[in-house]
């Protein structure tokens, strides 16, 4: 199977600070990558799939790279509402699996 | 509004079985593959099952954690999905969500869960 492996598993940052967090992949899954966001008791929530294509709604200052095995999630400017945990998915075969998690908080 | 409504959810002793229920709205559930995920308390998500739709032969999948246990059905006509857990063990004991795989979105809608707990 393959593994996904996210990193770091926590940052903090302060307001404004571009934070990156970034995903790898064992084998190439191509594009077929991602990210969720999930705030403290509440849903995940899809924010990036096709590795970098923005879920409707989702501010653009969240953006999505990479391909093969190596996937970059990126916030250009940190919000106090990002404090979350990030997910990463990889969907390119039957089986689904997510990345261990990055928690996120402010400074 | 796109909604999915979990039910079924309870406190089971080990070895025993629970189903689960994934009830749909707003969008058109029978072409729509379906998912379960589960994430224990303070631990991160992780992927249990799929199950596609009728065009594509209701093929299921499942992690190998709950392979030969875990069963996923729907019911087309009453747009709803189910997670049958048989020989539970303590280690199933999470929240289960149920969402949609929808069209070139993954994974873009979700319920709101339902807790089960493996305990004696």
């Known amino acids: 199977d393959i593994q996904m492996t996210q990193s770091p598993s926590s940052l903090s940052a302060s307001v404004g600070d571009r934070v990156t967090i970034t995903c790898r992949a064992s084998?190439?899954?191509?594009?077929?990558l991602a990210w969720y966001q999930q705030k403290p008791g509440k849903v995940p929530k899809l924010l990036i799939y096709a590795a970098s294509t923005l879920q409707s709604g989702v501010p653009s200052r969240f953006s999505g790279s990479g391909s093969g095995t190596d996937f970059t999630l990126t916030i250009s400017s940190l919000q106090p509402e990002d404090v979350a945990t990030y997910y990463c998915?990889?969907?390119?075969?039957?089986?689904?699996?997510f990345g261990q998690g990055t928690k996120v908080e402010i400074k | 509004e796109v909604q999915l409504v979990e039910s079924g959810g309870g406190l089971v002793q080990p070895g025993g079985s629970l189903k689960l229920s994934c009830a749909a709205s707003g969008f058109t559930f029978s072409g729509s593959a379906m998912h379960w995920v589960r994430q224990a308390s303070g631990k991160g998500l992780e992927w249990v099952g799929r199950i596609r739709s009728k065009a594509n032969s209701y093929a299921t999948a499942y992690a190998a954690s709950v392979k030969g246990r875990f069963t996923i059905s729907r019911d087309d006509s009453k747009n709803t999905a189910y997670l049958q857990m048989n020989s539970l063990k303590t280690e199933d004991t999470a929240v289960y969500y149920c969402?949609?795989?929808?069209?070139?979105?993954?994974?873009?809608?979700w319920g709101q869960g339902t807790t089960v707990t493996v305990s004696s």
């Open positions: 998915q990889k969907y390119n075969s039957a089986l689904w699996t």
């Open positions: 084998q190439g899954i191509s594009n077929y």
């Open positions: 969402t949609r795989h929808g069209g070139v979105h993954p994974m873009d809608v």
